[in-house]
């Protein structure tokens, strides 16, 4: 993958950038100015980023996903993960015949869903899982590959399905990893230079 250098990814407008953030090339990304991107961030090729979203530190995006932030916006907590071809919708047309719907239709004719949605820390939602506007996944929640998450998770639990539904909780032993990792991270910051 190529991604952008820091100086690419300071001209492009974005509201905020941390550090060893890598963006694929291949990414399409729109609405720079409402995105902000924490440290060690990795959005990969061919994905779709779009409308206010917010990602934390240490967020990967795999390639083929959509991240619909819309106006309410989609926010990504730390240490969060979608693997391949996860669609996450802030906004979503009314399918039920009584509005029209799609984007070239004036907004007084249809009737739009419009809710945030928050992905919690340690969240990993599996290849091809579709998120609804509206649904906060709790910190800590995994949700199997072509899972539909149209409600809001429990933390610390597995879910699968269509619709999702919990299936078992999930272990907290990876925390003890973060705080080694952070640990790390801090002890290569205060080594000299």
């Known amino acids: 993958m190529a991604y952008y250098n820091n100086s690419e990814l300071a001209t492009l407008g974005f509201k905020k950038v941390g550090s060893n953030v890598l963006v694929s090339k291949s990414a399409a990304i729109y ?19 779009s409308g206010r979203v917010v990602l934390g530190r240490n967020i990967h995006i795999a390639v083929f996903c959509n991240v619909a932030g819309g106006e309410p916006g989609v926010f990504m907590h730390d240490f969060s993960g979608l693997a391949y071809g996860c669609q996450v919708f802030a906004q979503s047309d009314d399918y039920s015949g009584r509005t029209l719907t799609n ?48 409600r809001s998770t429990e933390s610390w639990s597995i879910y699968m399905g269509i619709p999702a539904r919990k299936v078992k909780n999930r272990s907290k032993q990876l925390l003890e990893l973060e705080q080694l990792y952070l640990q790390e991270e801090q002890d290569n910051q205060d080594k000299p230079k």
């Open 31 to 49: 609405n720079h100015h409402q995105i902000e991107i924490g440290d060690n961030t990795r959005i990969d090729d061919f994905c779709v980023i």
């Open 103 to 150: 984007p070239t239709v004036p907004d007084k004719f249809k009737r739009e869903t419009k809710a945030k949605v928050v992905i919690g820390r340690h969240c990993i939602l599996g290849t091809a899982v579709v998120v609804y506007p509206g649904v906060e996944i709790a910190e800590g929640t995994a949700v199997g590959s072509m899972s539909v998450v149209n």
